[in-house]
């Protein structure tokens, strides 16, 4: 696979290919960083990724049922953290990673 073919393929300005996938993994990336300043550090190592689907529901995925649980009792400080990045955020669904 030549050099430019590749550059074709990973194409990060946006308009299709992977760099539109690329962006989105950042941009969770980032929320997730942005979630885990709202919390106290031992919760915040418990969010294992996060995203914002298109209806405004921000769905974080914790490491463990315990931890899930004690999430859920944080959704609001996560959606008000969450709405900081630009987002509508209407509503938090915390579910268990299964590694």
Known sequence: MSVKSLEN????????GLG?????ARDMGELVSVLQ?????????SVVA??????????????SPAWAAKLRFAAESLMTAARQTGTE???CTVRVSRN
Request: hydrophobic share 40%; glycine share 10%.
């Open 20 to 24: 539109d996938i690329i962006q989105h």
């Open 37 to 45: 300043s709202c919390l106290p550090e031992d919760e915040a190592q």
């Open 50 to 63: 996060a995203n914002i689907r298109g209806d405004g529901e921000l769905v974080v995925l914790a490491s």
């Open 9 to 16: 393929l990973l194409n990060l300005k946006g308009d299709g």
């Open 89 to 91: 955020v209407t509503s």
